[in-house]
């Protein structure tokens, strides 16, 4: 069965298969932390628009959040979607859907995969590039 994404993903379904469960979860962990930034920056927007609701900028950066926490959540569901292929018994979802802490990782923060310079999208959307 093929994945098709609503959004533009850095890598497809087929590509997530091929990573580690450390490398996903940790990946889930950094997209959770990004959307919950990006949540709290669009209660600030809300309140900002309420005052200037014709301020361009503003209305930009609004629409490009919603876009942008769109294509990362739809990102987290594609990592479950292979936790759950692998028989990971947390893929980070409650039964009602919403979403659990993944656990960090033991290992210290030096070990962990960092990203190289070619790894990171220059529009805000960084994250594990095949």
Same mark, same amino acid.
């Given at each position: 069965m093929e994945y098709i994404p609503r959004y533009s993903q850095p890598f497809t379904l087929e590509e997530a298969r091929q990573l580690a469960v450390p490398?996903?979860?940790e990946e889930i962990a950094r997209l959770q932390n990004s959307i919950a930034h990006l949540r709290r920056t669009q209660d600030e927007l809300k309140d900002a628009l309420a005052t200037s609701p014709d301020d361009p900028d503003l209305t930009q950066a609004f629409e490009e959040n919603d876009v942008v926490i769109g294509s990362q959540n739809e990102r987290i569901s594609m #990592?479950?979607?292979v936790l759950a292929e692998k028989g990971?018994?947390?893929t980070g979802t409650t039964a009602s859907g919403g979403l659990n802490p993944i656990p960090q990782p033991s290992a210290?923060?030096?070990s962990v995969h960092? #990203?190289?310079r070619d790894e990171i999208?220059?529009?805000g959307n960084s994250g594990i590039y095949l």
């Open positions: 490398i996903i979860t #990592l479950q979607m990971n018994a947390n210290p923060p030096d960092s #990203l190289r999208d220059v529009e």
